[in-house]
């Protein structure tokens, strides 16, 4: 196809430019050897597991961190007995599970066929499972068993089950990323995130379904549902780690995060959701969306056990792995689960917890933190335009799934709507570079906004109800903040909805860089003071 001037008159309208026929004239070279350039460019596409020469990090000059490693000190007190009714022990924290593990009152291998039970029973019905793997699992909970038996127990998750969104690989196992396209897609190794949490003797029992291409909670196998009201979807896109960690089909689930999807589903489904920061957790072996947004992180029943998951993911691969990820950091991650909040400050807008959008049970979460002793400081949030950030997201995803796009196998997914990702991706391509480099700019200049917040306030983290903190939830994505999504309260369902024990109320807490362990010791305090952690969806 030959460019024309004319096809440059149609582009100027694109980059907002009016250029005289003369200009016009003066580019069409320049113009017509940038698309020689994309040609050959394409004729060396890169794989999908490379990532860009442009490094992302959220650290700004001149902040420190602690370098030295840090420890993670597990809660104590006393450990109820086990349950006899399995049901109770499939809701169980890891926590309890682990503690039950170390006592010999419960093995690895009774506790995975728990949770394959379930996962057969349950699994259908939530929509939630790509992949059950017993066979395998059943074989690890055995190894887990017989080195705990020798005295060799990994840590907290030695003998626990756990599912894996199906964007990880998984050596030998289909991994499917929720799309039509990748149904038959097995990677030859195993994610970074997978590995680790097999070398800290965790089981994995299941590949947990996502939004087609990790977008909402639509994929090939159907809609993932919420444990909590069957009439509705679990949101997502870590639309069944969330799901099957609600409803006790797993002990413990991993998630990832672009722009929402831990915190979505997690407040959605009312479990815990740790989003670390940017560069917390290696992402190799994970499917890539935006190199400079995608995080993954926990899915817990409670703060503590993501905390405990967290410990054992955090961290750059060892040894280096081919495929490294270029972001991963080695900052120690520090969390005392057995230290009061007290003397923290956090932040928040009045306003957000007067609205429509706001429940009692976030201002009971308020008086819960003041009566730990945690000083609430009345602050604005910053005003960034988000807006103009997500070509940033836009052209990263479009690059990511380019192939798909120009080989036409997008007509292959089953959304096909304006907003689903085959429309996103083509119209992604007419992004301007020059915009996406202003985008890019204004993300520095929201950095800076939101560590002047912190540091003006002298602020230890933040907090917002979900639905009014659409701002926030992009800001920090943008940023690399971490964040914690906790339960704190039931709302009544809908009239008509199937949802006779309510629906989970959340709240969002948002941390300082590489300060994880700030918004833990909050999360447990709003958990133990609240005591709703443990009111089971009705889905069995």
């Not at 602050?379 to 479009?398: F, G, H, K, R």
């Not at 369902?493 to 300060?515: C, F, K, M, Q, S």
Request: aromatic share 6%.
């Amino acid at each position: 196809m030959t460019i024309t001037t004319r096809s440059l008159a149609g582009a100027e309208q694109l980059a907002g430019l009016t250029l005289t026929a003369r200009e016009r004239r003066q580019a069409l070279a320049r113009v017509a050897g940038l698309i020689d350039g994309y040609a050959l460019q394409r004729a060396v596409a890169p794989a999908s597991d490379e990532a860009p020469a442009v490094r992302f990090d959220p650290r700004l000059p001149g902040m420190r961190f602690p370098a030295t490693r840090g420890r993670l000190v597990r809660s104590g007190g006393r450990v109820p007995p086990l349950p006899a009714d399995d049901d109770a022990i499939a809701y169980a924290p890891v926590t309890r599970l682990s503690r039950w593990l170390e006592r010999g009152v419960l093995t690895s291998e009774r506790l995975t066929r728990i949770y394959l039970q379930r996962l057969r029973a349950l699994g259908p019905r939530l929509e939630c499972v790509v992949t059950l793997l017993d066979e395998q699992a059943l074989r690890a909970a055995r190894r887990a068993d017989r080195e705990r038996a020798r005295g060799r127990a990994r840590g907290p998750l030695h003998g626990i089950p756990w599912g894996a969104k199906d964007l990880l690989d998984t050596r030998g196992i289909a991994t499917t990323w929720g799309a039509e396209p990748y149904r038959d897609r097995v990677p030859d190794r195993d994610a970074e995130v997978v590995r680790k949490l097999d070398a800290a003797g965790a089981v994995l029992v299941a590949k947990l379904s996502l939004g087609a291409l990790a977008y909402g909670d639509v994929w090939f196998g159907g809609k993932t549902r919420n444990p909590f009201s069957l009439d509705t979807g679990s949101s997502g896109s870590s639309a069944g780690s969330a799901a099957a960690t609600a409803a006790g089909l797993v002990g413990f689930a991993i998630g990832s995060e672009t722009l929402g999807s831990i915190v979505s589903p997690s407040a959605t489904c009312g479990t815990v959701g740790l989003r670390p920061t940017f560069g917390r957790v290696s992402r190799a072996g994970a499917m890539p969306l935006a190199w400079s947004l995608d995080k993954l992180g926990p899915i817990t029943r409670t703060v503590e056990d993501a905390a405990l998951v967290l410990g054992a993911i955090a961290g750059p691969e060892r040894p280096p792995r081919a495929d490294a990820d270029p972001c991963v950091v080695d900052l120690p991650f520090a969390c005392d689960c057995r230290r009061p909040p007290s003397g923290l400050r956090v932040g928040y807008e009045p306003a957000s917890f007067r609205g429509a959008t706001a429940h009692a049970s976030h201002r009971s979460a308020l008086r819960a933190l003041r009566a730990a002793g945690v000083a609430l400081v009345p602050v604005q949030y910053p005003d960034t335009p988000t807006q103009p950030l997500m070509a940033i997201l836009s052209a990263e995803s479009a690059a990511a799934f380019d192939e798909l796009t120009r080989s036409d196998r997008d007509d292959a997914l089953a959304r096909q709507d304006d907003a689903a990702w085959p429309n996103l991706f083509r119209a992604s391509r007419f992004i301007p570079a020059v915009e996406l480099l202003q985008a890019e700019r204004l993300r520095r200049r929201a950095m800076h906004e939101l560590h002047a917040l912190f540091e003006t306030h002298a602020l230890d983290a933040l907090l917002s109800p979900p639905r009014a903190d659409d701002g926030m939830l992009a800001l920090t994505n943008f940023t690399g903040h971490p964040s914690l999504t906790v339960r704190v309260g039931m709302r009544r369902g809908e009239r008509g909805e199937r949802a006779p024990r309510g629906r989970p109320v959340a709240l969002n807490l948002w941390g300082r860089l590489y300060d994880e362990g700030t918004l833990v010791r909050l999360g447990l305090a709003l958990e133990r003071a609240l005591d709703v952690w443990d009111v089971r969806p009705a889905c069995g």
